[in-house]
């Protein structure tokens, strides 16, 4: 009776230890700091960087150079500017994020710091959204598993197009895909990726916008925006809403036949002609023909369902 007794205590304490734990681990961290692989720490400033090794570059961009550098035995991610002609994009980005730090978005990555013309985020190891399909194929997912993603990008969309913003860097389907981070979070939001670079949205507060001062070519951008068609006055959000089925094609497609497609990923006949019909309404050469990205998630999310 007493070994019972004893073993049950053992369990009962074992259960408590790991709800403690856990809940320690994902408890959010307090004002002032950010979490790091189940740590809590201070925004980091430029006395942080005297501790920071530099591991190698991640990418060279017109804006602003990436290098993945440790802090404190652990991989973070520097960004900093290239060239002073770039400092107002390079300044849109740090306020944006900034802005978005104190809400503590979960669609868009954390800033963890800053020092002088450099800033500091978390790193995630799977890189960008142009590996996306490379991650899926390895891991045999299906067309659920790809359809998840398709949902994360378009709320994103959402929540940007609720505050006023339209995705400007987007001029084509890898420039698109670079935007966004895969995060695979085993946090409570199961966040599957996140927005990166924010030095690029203008805001349609005061009506229409345009994206740059360059022409603006190809079949990836919404016609409002092409040269030499672009509108005198601008153009607004749905631009982005152009884009999705591009994007939502290129993370579900497969390279072999449509019959072969359907068998491997388990989608349904009724489901592709669903799928089709609202990216169809995405590609309406009328803007205001458009569905809205909210009505878009509800629509993938519908398709889903079907699946159960």
Aim: glycine share 4%.
């Amino acid at each position: 009776m007493a070994l019972k007794f004893f073993t049950f205590s053992c369990l009962v304490i074992l259960i408590i230890l790991f709800y403690v734990v856990n809940f320690q681990f994902k408890t959010k961290c307090s004002t002032g700091q950010f979490r790091l692989y189940n740590g809590c720490y201070s925004y980091l400033d430029c006395n942080d960087v005297k501790q920071m090794n530099p591991i190698r570059i991640l990418a060279r961009g017109t804006v602003k150079n990436v290098w993945l550098v440790e802090w404190n035995h652990q991989p973070l991610v520097m960004s900093t500017l290239t060239m002073s002609v770039y400092k107002e994009d390079f300044q849109a980005n740090i306020e944006n994020l900034l802005r978005f730090r104190m809400n503590k978005n979960p669609f868009i990555i954390e800033l963890i710091g800053n020092c002088g013309q450099s800033i500091f985020t978390p790193y995630y190891p799977l890189g960008d959204m142009n590996n996306l399909r490379r991650i899926l194929a390895i891991r045999k997912s299906n067309f659920n598993n790809r359809l998840l993603y398709c949902i994360e990008y378009v709320k994103i969309l959402q929540f940007l197009h609720q505050n006023s913003m339209v995705m400007c860097d987007s001029n084509d389907l890898t420039k698109t895909l670079s935007q966004y981070l895969i995060t695979d979070d085993d946090d409570d939001d199961d966040r599957l990726i996140i927005m990166n670079d924010l030095d690029a949205l203008p805001n349609t507060n005061h009506g229409p916008i345009k994206c740059g001062h360059r022409p603006i070519v190809g079949d990836f951008v919404a016609p409002e925006q092409r040269y030499p068609n672009t509108y005198d006055d601008g153009y607004d959000h749905k631009t982005d809403i152009w884009k999705v089925p591009d994007v939502c094609h290129w993370i579900i497609k497969d390279d072999d036949d449509d019959d072969d497609q359907l068998r491997k990923l388990k989608i349904t006949l009724f489901q592709q002609r669903l799928l089709d019909w609202i990216h169809q309404k995405c590609k309406s050469p009328k803007s205001i023909e458009r569905p809205e990205a909210m009505e878009i998630v509800k629509f993938y999310k519908f398709i889903l369902s079907l699946s159960k």
